[in-house]
């Protein structure tokens, strides 16, 4: 474990907080795009799947199953308990465009063919990808509550900050996984614009506005 | 199985 590892399991961990506190306390799910979340739910499921299989600490087993229990929370906030404020016309991403080349991806390039392994590959290339609905659905609606930015920018940080990590293990521990390295760079670079206005608005007490 | 404990990352 590292500093650039810890901070970025702990920005992750605040941005899922962030958003079920964000649902529940407004009770409305408006400007939050479920196909995201659908996709997160589908990441975890499929990379923490090791939970039954092996236990490498308190620590590792725990963060699974909070970003496991809050993935579905979410989904079941969203999808049943306040669906009424649920914005279906604005989160239109076809998530099938997404889900099919990811799999088909997993199973071309991948460190060993085996289920666990094809399973763990095709989460860290769906993850990189995941945020988009959520960032389409801000473009569509041209704007985005602050807790969303907020929730948005401790999410884009965290796989930010295991590019760090990964620079730290390449050299004090020569180790280093080039699937996770190259999906966590295009992950990353997908918030670059997002980054940019949270940064120059959000940060100043203006509203997320897209410029339309 | 010392590859899996490689997969040590969240």
Redesign the interface.
């Known amino acids: 474990m590292n500093i650039f590892?810890l901070s970025g399991?702990l920005s992750?961990l605040l941005a899922v907080i962030i958003l079920v506190l964000k649902i529940w306390t407004t009770r409305s799910c408006a400007g939050i795009s479920g196909k995201s979340q659908i996709l997160f739910a589908i990441v975890y499921v499929t990379r923490y799947l090791?939970l039954v299989?092996?236990f490498?600490?308190v620590y590792?087993t725990s963060?699974?199953v909070i970003?496991i229990g809050a993935s579905f929370a979410t989904i079941y906030l969203m999808y049943s308990k306040f669906k009424a404020t649920y914005d279906h016309n604005h989160d239109s991403f076809r998530i099938e465009f997404l889900l099919a080349p990811t799999v088909i991806l997993a199973l071309l390039i991948n460190?060993?063919f085996t289920v666990?392994e094809v399973l763990?590959t095709f989460s860290i290339y769906l993850e990189s990808v995941a945020i988009l609905p959520q960032l389409f659905m801000v473009s569509k609606t041209g704007e985005a509550e602050s807790i969303t930015s907020h929730y948005l920018f401790a999410l884009g940080s965290y796989r930010g900050l295991?590019l760090l990590?990964w620079i730290y293990r390449y050299y004090a521990e020569d180790?280093y996984?080039l699937i996770?390295i190259v999906s966590g760079i295009v992950q990353t670079v997908l918030y670059c614009d997002f980054f940019y206005l949270y940064i120059t608005k959000v940060l100043k007490g203006k509203k997320l506005q897209l410029p339309a | 199985?010392f590859?899996?404990?490689?997969?040590?990352?969240?």
């Open positions: 590892r399991d992750h090791d299989t092996t490498v600490s590792n963060m699974k970003f460190q060993k666990l763990w295991y990590n180790h996984e996770a | 199985n590859h899996r404990k490689e997969k040590d990352e969240l």
